[in-house]
């Protein structure tokens, strides 16, 4: 595997319950470097871009009212295999399916609502890495 960059955001129900130190705990623990870190409240304009792929999707209107609903952490971490590694230390989107010793395993739970809150985002492939890194990131 070679050296690439992931995007992570801790999203707005994470950071509200005050869950950054402990997701970028992980990261650290785990052997990635931090290489840019920020709290922001992102726009609809910025949602809409990052989350294109699911647009018309039943959760997607949900999904930007919901991510655009209070300040978020957003950090490109960095190491070898860090894209499918910060997957696995994620856990799998529905928190209640997510395995114990996984950041929504551990920490996440389903709350009767129309989205999934799952605490943290992780980009999924090298061209989504890239791509959203560009959002979120541009002066990187
Ligand atoms: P992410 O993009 O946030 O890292 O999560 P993911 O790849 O595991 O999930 P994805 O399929 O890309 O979906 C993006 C986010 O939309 C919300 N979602 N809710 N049926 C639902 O309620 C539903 N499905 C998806 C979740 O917040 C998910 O992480
Ligand atoms: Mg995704």
Known sequence: MT???SLVIVKPDGYARGLSGEVLRRVEAKGYTLVALAVTTPTR???AAHYAEHEGKPFYEPLLEFMSSGPVTAAVIEGQGCIPGFRALAGATNPTE????SIRGDLG?????KVQKNI???SDSPESSAR???IWFPNL
């Open 109 to 113: 739970r389903d709350w009767g609502e």
């Open 98 to 101: 997510a395995a114990p010793g």
């Open 120 to 122: 943290v985002h992780g």
């Open 3 to 5: 050296i690439e960059r």
């Open 132 to 134: 959203e890194i560009g």
């Open 45 to 47: 304009e910025m949602l």
